[in-house]
C-alpha cells in the first residue's frame, strides 16, 4: 500500500472533518485534523446537526463525555451523513465501562449506517458482545484473539474495525491490515485515541472510496510522526508538542522509510 | 496610534473578561486573556449570567459550540453587560454556514447593544446580508470590498466591526484601522481567531472609551507576538507555545519596532 | 513526612480518578492525573453517575462551569462514591462570585460527605461563611487568619480543608500542613488551581486512610515539578509543557531535595 499518496490525497482535498466529540480531548482533535492539512468543525447543536453534517466530508463521532441529548445530535448527524454519502466514524470510547454506554453505542449503531467502529481492545470486545470490562476509557483484558474480534464485527455490522493498541488491527471489505507503528508513549498523552479517530476520519473523508485503506494509512502516518515525536521529548507535553509538529511536517520519504503495516486476508 | 498604551492599560487595570465562547478553544481563550496581563473568567449558567457578567470589565460571546441553551445564556449575560455599561465583543463564528448560526446571530444583535461584531470575512459578510457561504467555521469567498462590508456593517448597527484576515479590518465610530501584522502560520493552528476576540474584549474593557481603537491595539499585539514566535517554531503547536510565551513578554521596543496599522477615515 | 512514599503508592496503584469538572480546564485535569501515572476518566451523564464513579478510586468534583444539570449529576456521583466508600475533593472553583455558586456548593455539601473541600483563600472563607468576594475565580482579599478558617471549616464539616495560595494550608483530623513550594508564574497559567485539585483526587485514591497526608503530598510534589518547570520556561506556554514533563519524570531525590511541608497540631 502507498501510504503516502492517502496523505497527499488528504493535504489537496483538505476534506472538512465534522465532529460531535468529547469535551476533553476536543480541541486535540480539531488541531489533529489542521494539522493533516484537513478543516475540522465541531457542532453539536440538533437544531443545525443536518445542516453543518451536510458541508463535511467526513462525519467523526465519540461518545467519551456523551449524554442523552449529545447522542441524539449524532444520530441526527449520523442519518444526514448517510443521506449525503460521507463516511462515519464511531469512536466507541468508554464501551464496557458501563451499560449507558454500551446501550448508546448500540442506538447510534442501530440510528445510521456506520462506517468505522475504532475502539482500544476492551472497547470493541464489547461491542462485539463479549463479557469484558473497560476500566474507565482506558483498555481491560480481552483473553480472546483481537483479529478474529475485528473481522467478526466487522462482517456483523458490514462496516471496517479498528482496535487501537500496541498493533492496530484494521478490518473490513474482507481484508485486514495490521499497523505497528507507534510508540508506548503515546500512552501516557491524554486523547492519542481519540485523536487517531479524527485522523481515520481525515482519511476516509479524503478517499471515501478505501476506508480500510485510508483508516491504516493515517493511523501509521500519524503513529510514524509520534515515532518521531518521541525523539525530542522529555515527556508527556513534549511528546504532545512535537507530535502536531511532526505530523504538520511528514513527508514522503519519512513515511516510505518508517511505515510498518503489514496486508493479510 | 500609540499601541503600547493601550497594553500598558491591560496590564495596570487587568480587566475581568468573562466569557460564554465554545467548547473548542475555551482554555485558550482564557489563556490570552491571562498571558496579557488580564483575568479570565468562563461561566454560562443562566442562573449566574447577571451576576457573574456585573463582575467583568468585558464581555465576550463566541457561538463556535453554540446550542440554544447557551445562546440564552448569551442573552442574558449581554443585557447585564449593556446595564452595567460594560462592551460586548461577538465572534460570528461559523455565520455563514447554517442557518441556525444566522438565526441566532440575529437573536444576539437584537437582544442587546454589541459594541464589537468580528469574524473573518465570510462571516462578517453574512451578518451584513450578503449571500455568501462558511466553510464550517473556515472563511468561504467573498467577492464584495471587505473595506466597504466593514464600514456598511459598522453604520447599519452603531457598533465596530472587525474582520480578521492576512489584513485585519476595523471599523467604527467613523474610523477605519488595517492591521497588518500577522502570519500565514495562524491558519495552521486552531483558535487564532477565537483568541483573538477574547483579545479584542481585553483591550476593549481596559479603554472602553475608545473601543476601535483598543480592538485594532489589541490584534497588533496579539500578532507581533505571533510573528516573534513563528521565528522560533518548526509547526503550528510550537507556534502555539511560543505565541502565549511571547504575549506575556511582549515590550515598547518589540511593538514600536513591528506595528503595522494604519488608520483612515 | 515521607512525600515520596505517596507519589510511589500512586504510581504502583494508578488510581482510576474520576472527575466531574469544568470545560476549561478538562484536557489539563486528565493530564496531570495521567502524568502522575494515575489514569483519569471525565463522564457526567446522570444515568452512568453511579456506574461510572463506582468504577473509581476517587472522586474529583470541580464547579468551575457548573449549570444546574451538571451539579445534579454531581450529587450522584457524590452519593455514589459514598456508598462504595472513596474518597470526594471538592474544589469549590468561583465560591464568593455569585450567589449561585455559593447555592450549588451549599448543595453539594448537604447531598455527600466530601472527604476534601479545596479553594484559594477567599472561595474558602466564603465557604466558611464570611463575607468575602471572589474576583471571577481569582481570589479576592480575606483579612481573617487562613490557618483558623481552613482548621474551623474542617472540624465543622468534619473534612479537609486545603487552602492554595503562595503557602497552602491542609487541615484535617485535627493536623495541619503548611506546603511552601511552588512558583508565582503558576498564577500566569489558567488551570494551576483546577490541577492541584486533581492531584489531591489523585493521591487520596492511593491512599485514602491518610487523606490530609495524601493531600499535602500530592501538592508539594505537583510544586516541587513546578519550580523545576520554571527553570526551563520563557513563560506560561513553556511552564506549561514543562510542568507535565517534570511531573512524569519527578523522582525520590527532587523530592527530598526540594519539599517543604511542615507539619503541626
Known sequence: MNIYSFLQAVREQRPLVHHITNWVTIFDCAQVVKSFGASPVMA???????????????????????????????KLSATAANRKGIPIVLDVCGAGATAFRDRKCAEILDAAKIDVIKGNSSEIARIAGQAVETKGVDAGQVVADLREIAVSLSEMRACTVVITGAEDIVAGQG???????????????????????????????????????????????????????????????????QLFDCIYRLDEKQIRAMQQVSAGA
Open 44 to 74: 453539536h447543536a440538533p437544531e443545525e446537526a443536518d445542516a453543518m453534517t451536510s458541508l463535511g466530508s467526513a462525519l467523526v463521532l465519540n461518545i467519551g463525555t456523551l449524554t442523552t441529548e449529545l447522542v441524539g445530535s449524532m
Open 175 to 241: 481484508k485486514v491490515f495490521v499497523v505497528r507503528n507507534g510508540h508506548p508513549m503515546m500512552a501516557n498523552l491524554v486523547g492519542t485515541g481519540c485523536m487517531a479517530t479524527s485522523v481515520i476520519g481525515t482519511f476516509a473523508g479524503a478517499t471515501p472510496g478505501q476506508i480500510p485503506e485510508a483508516a491504516a494509512a493515517g493511523l501509521a502516518c500519524y503513529e510514524i510522526a509520534a515515532e518521531q515525536a518521541v525523539k525530542k521529548s522529555d515527556g508527556p507535553s513534549s511528546f504532545k508538542q
